[in-house]
């Protein structure tokens, strides 16, 4: 008899890769950002830095956090492709487990999971991600996971799982999620407690990358350019005032840098509500999560003034769909075999 293998819930969205996991009874959960490039790194200067150079068939990567060559992960070729299958195994790395033969559950955008017009699974779709997965790619110098069992689930909407259950809702209840997230914004809406999946929705032009562009267009005018990871550091931390002060270089400028990406916030927040609005006109709950569901939760509140409290910001929102499906999928063992 073989011991079951440990299983990871992968949420592995465009920008960044949220892996949860079980340890010692706890869920544990890490946010691995996509930043890979073409060719291999030489030996890190700082010892202490590990290099990630990976191969699939003759192409060569490597895992590079500032470069301005990386490569984009924006598009929905991503979820089956060469960079997909990296930044699995990267996000797996990052957890500090000793690699092994490993089960996973992943995700799917939900208008990739969903057929659109009648809402049933897309069958093809699945099983081109799954396949996708299992392909062969190597670390050198190192040892990777060895992904031995996909297992496929559609983004955003079981996210609000626990939520949903503890909530005391009807079998009619409609429920929005509004998943906000680097490139794309996608809606559900969730009849009861999970009874059905009644509509979906994606829109790839909205997405906190929106915010992001023009902060980094609002450094490089103070003489601050900045990369991706370092301009998303400052929308989070754009309170911190030491923080604002380290990263933007001509003082003179850093109201008016601040301005630029509240005025960006807005603008995100007034088109997820209004696609919202026109997605769905009078849900009875509104639930918010993916990284970008703080920089909306005022616009939201504002579009639908009657529902109080029933509109919820999910806990910890970018990570919220990856510990849920490991606390529902992964929390059981893999049957022994
Ligand atoms: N507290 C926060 N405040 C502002 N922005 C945040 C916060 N937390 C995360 N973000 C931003 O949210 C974005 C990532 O969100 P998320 O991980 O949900 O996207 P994704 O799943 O990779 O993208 P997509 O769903 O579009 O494929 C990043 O731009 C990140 O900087
Ligand atoms: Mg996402």
Sequence with gaps: ??????????????????????????????????????????????????????????????????????????????QYDDLNLLSVHHALLQTGVQPGPVSILVTLPITEYYKADDCQKNEENIARKKANLMRDISLNKGELFEIVDVEVLPESLPAVLTTLMDSGVNEFTKSLVIDCGGTTLDMGVIVGEFDDVSAVYGNAEIGVSMVTNAARKALAA???DASYLVANELIKRRQDRNFVNEVINDLSKVDWVLERIEDKISELGAAVAYEAK?????????????????????????????????????????EALSREICCYHAAEPAEAV
């Design 278 to 318: 026109t997605f769905t006109r009078n849900p009875n709950r509104i639930y918010l999560v993916g990284g970008g569901a703080m920089l909306i939760e005022t616009a939201i509140r504002a579009a639908y003034p009657t529902l109080g409290d029933k509109i919820v910001l999910v806990q910890e929102p970018q």
């Design 222 to 224: 103070a003489d601050s």
């Design 1 to 78: 008899m073989q011991s079951a293998n440990m299983k990871f819930a992968i949420d592995d969205g465009s920008t960044n890769v949220k892996i949860s996991w079980i340890e010692k009874g706890l869920v544990r959960s890490v946010t691995s950002p996509n930043s890979f490039r073409k060719d291999w790194k030489s030996a890190a200067l700082l010892s202490d830095r590990k290099v990630f150079n990976y191969q699939i068939g003759a192409t060569k990567y490597t895992y590079d956090a500032t470069s301005d060559k990386a490569l984009s992960t924006t598009h929905v070729a991503f």
